[in-house]
């Protein structure tokens, strides 16, 4: 059974810092995509950013390029997310995901098979 599990969701003032962490069980994430996707009231769930399977280099949203690091550690078996120079745009809940099965976008949430039950970050000006 997969199982992801997120933490390090809270609330920030604008240019503060979080570091979100996604526990993964029953799946490999140096075998698999995993991604973060993010939703903000009344939108739709975008991809924030990816580290692709047989990937050199990762993935962002052109909104976070800079300010968002996506990283693994296989032997504890976690994704995380590091944000900075946080915005109040950056507000929303947080997801991640893992096993991406068809060849649509890194960004495309239909691609992932598994996912978390989310973290609220919110982000204060």
């Known amino acids: 059974q997969v199982q992801l599990v997120e933490s390090g969701g809270g609330s920030v003032q604008a240019g503060g810092s979080l570091r979100l962490s996604c526990a993964v069980s029953?799946?490999?994430?140096?075998?698999?995509?995993v991604a973060w996707f993010r939703q903000s009231p009344g939108k739709e769930r975008e991809g924030v950013a990816a580290?692709?399977?047989?990937?050199?280099?990762?993935y962002y949203h052109d909104s976070v390029k800079g300010r968002f690091a996506i990283s693994k550690d296989n032997a504890k078996n976690t994704l995380y997310l590091q944000m900075s120079s946080l915005k109040p745009a950056d507000t929303g809940i947080y997801y991640c995901?893992?096993?991406?099965?068809?060849?649509?976008?890194?960004?495309?949430?239909?691609?992932?098979?598994?996912w978390g039950q989310g973290t609220q970050v919110t982000v204060s000006s």
């Open positions: 580290s692709l399977f047989g990937g050199s280099m990762p």
């Open positions: 995901a893992a096993l991406k099965t068809s060849n649509d976008r890194w960004d495309s949430s239909t691609a992932y098979t598994y």
């Open positions: 029953g799946l490999s994430v140096s075998r698999y995509s």
